[in-house]
C-alpha cells in the first residue's frame, strides 16, 4: 500500500504540513519535547471541490494512529482509521443537507473521552459548513477547551463566514488544498485505479480539478454519456419546447448520478442492519425484535431519503458547473486568449457559439447558470430553478 500520504493528489504543500505535524504529535505520545505550535487540537483543512478535503482529513487521521508516526500505511492503526473502522477516529458526513445540534453534542460527549485503541481521539466533521448553528455552537465550547489528546478535522471549501464561523476558524489551524493538477490526477487513475493512459489524460482534462469526478468519467460509460447530455443542452435549444425537454434532461441526468451513488450504499446498510437485529432469527421474542427491526429500518430509510436529496443537489450542481465551464469556454474563445478550457472536447462548440453569441448575451448565460446554483443553494425546488435557468439560457 505505501506510505497513507500517496492518498493525497497533488498536494504536496499540504502534505508537507500534515505529515511535519504527525511527527510532532508522535513525540507528545511519548513525552519528548516538540517545539510550540508544531501539532495543534483543531484543524480547517479547506479548498474546492474535488480537492480532497475528506482524503486529507482521514489520511492525517491514519497518520496520528500510526504506530510508527509517519503514516506508515501497513500497521494496524493506519489501515483502520483509513478504512473508517477505528474505534478512536469519528467521522461526522451530514446524511442530510445539515448536520443536527443533537448529533454534534453526542459527538462532542464522545470525543471527551481518552483514546482506547489509539494514540489520539480524532473528530473528522466533513462538510463543516453545513453545521446548523446549534451544531456550530456545541462544537464551538469542545474547541475552546479540548480534552487531552483530542483532534478535531473539520472539512469545508474555504475559511469565509459564510462557510465557518469567524470564532471556530480562529481557533483552528488552516491548511489549504488546491486543485490538484492534470498530470497528477492522470497519474494516480493510471497507477492506482488502473485506467487507460489515453482516458485518464482525457477524464483528467475535463474534470475541472475534482479527482472522484475524473475516476467515475474514466471507469463508468454512464458517467460519460449524462455529462454528454449536459453538454448538449447550450447549442441545443432552437424552439421553445427545448427548453422543457432540456431542463428534464439535465435534472435526470443528475439524478441518475445520484442514485448510482445512492444505491449499493443504501442496500448494504439495510441488509446490515436487518442482520444486527436478527432479522432472520426464530424462536421466542422473535415477533418484538421483527417490529423492532422494521421501526430501525424505517428510520434508516428517512434517513437514506434525506441524504438522496442532499446527493441529488450535489450531483446537479456539479451539473450546473460543467454548464457554467462551457460558457467560460465561450469567453475565453470570443477573447482569443489562450487560456486553458474546461472542456476541450467541446472547443468546437465553444467556437461556434463564440461566432454566433455576443459576450454580452454569453455573460448573460453564465450569469443565469450561477444564479441557478445559488437558488437551489437556498432550497427553491430544482425542476422550477432549472426551467427558469434554462429560459434564460435560450433568450440569452
Not at 480562529?170 to 497519474?187: G, Y
Not at 436487518?274 to 418484538?288: E, I, S, W
Amino acid at each position: 500500500m505505501g506510505s497513507v500520504w500517496s492518498q493525497l493528489v497533488g498536494q504536496e504543500p499540504a502534505v508537507e504540513v500534515l505529515s511535519s505535524a504527525a511527527d510532532a504529535a508522535a513525540k507528545i505520545v511519548v513525552g519528548e519535547p516538540v517545539p510550540a505550535g508544531s501539532m495543534t487540537h483543531a484543524w480547517l483543512l479547506t479548498g474546492p471541490p474535488g480537492s480532497g478535503r475528506s482524503v486529507a482529513a482521514r489520511t492525517f487521521a491514519a497518520a496520528l494512529q500510526c504506530v510508527t508516526g509517519t503514516g506508515c500505511g501497513e500497521c494496524t492503526g493506519c489501515r483502520t482509521a483509513l478504512h473508517g473502522t477505528h474505534a478512536d477516529v469519528r467521522l461526522v458526513v451530514p446524511e442530510g443537507l445539515s448536520i443536527s445540534v443533537a448529533e454534534m453534542r453526542a459527538l462532542v460527549q464522545a470525543a471527551a473521552r481518552r483514546p482506547t485503541t489509539g494514540r489520539w481521539q480524532v473528530v473528522i466533521v466533513e462538510d463543516a459548513d453545513r453545521l446548523t448553528e446549534g451544531a456550530s455552537n456545541a462544537l464551538l465550547k469542545a474547541v475552546e477547551e479540548p480534552p487531552d489528546r483530542t483532534v478535531f478535522l473539520l472539512c469545508a471549501p474555504s475559511d469565509h463566514p459564510e462557510d465557518v464561523s469567524v470564532t471556530i476558524r480562529s481557533r483552528c489551524r488552516l491548511v489549504n488544498l488546491r486543485t490538484p493538477p492534470r498530470e497528477a490526477i492522470a497519474k494516480v487513475l493510471v497507477e492506482r485505479d488502473g485506467v487507460d493512459p489515453e482516458l485518464a489524460e482525457w477524464a483528467a482534462a475535463v474534470c475541472g480539478g475534482h479527482v472522484g469526478r475524473a475516476r467515475r468519467l474514466a471507469t463508468d460509460e454512464q458517467s460519460r454519456k449524462r455529462r454528454e447530455t449536459v453538454l448538449r443542452i447550450p447549442l441545443g435549444l432552437r424552439r421553445p419546447a427545448d427548453v422543457f425537454a432540456c431542463a428534464d434532461e439535465l435534472i435526470a441526468a443528475a439524478e441518475g448520478d445520484a442514485t448510482e451513488e445512492s444505491k449499493a450504499r443504501d442496500e448494504s446498510e439495510k441488509a446490515e442492519l436487518r442482520n444486527a437485529m436478527g432479522g432472520d432469527a426464530t424462536g421466542k421474542g422473535v415477533a418484538g425484535a421483527k417490529r423492532a427491526a422494521e421501526a430501525a429500518v424505517k428510520a434508516l430509510e428517512k434517513r437514506q431519503k434525506s441524504r438522496a436529496t442532499r446527493t441529488q443537489r450535489d450531483t446537479l450542481d456539479l451539473a450546473l458547473v460543467d454548464l457554467a465551464g462551457f460558457y467560460r469556454d465561450v469567453l475565453v474563445t470570443a477573447s482569443g486568449a489562450k487560456a486553458v478550457l474546461n472542456h476541450p472536447d467541446h472547443a468546437n462548440d465553444a467556437v461556434e457559439a463564440a461566432r454566433t453569441w455576443t459576450p454580452e448575451s454569453t455573460l448573460r448565460r453564465l450569469e443565469a447558470v450561477l444564479a441557478c446554483r445559488e437558488a437551489i443553494l437556498w432550497n427553491v425546488k430544482p425542476r422550477i430553478a432549472v426551467e427558469a435557468m434554462v429560459t434564460a439560457l435560450r433568450h440569452g
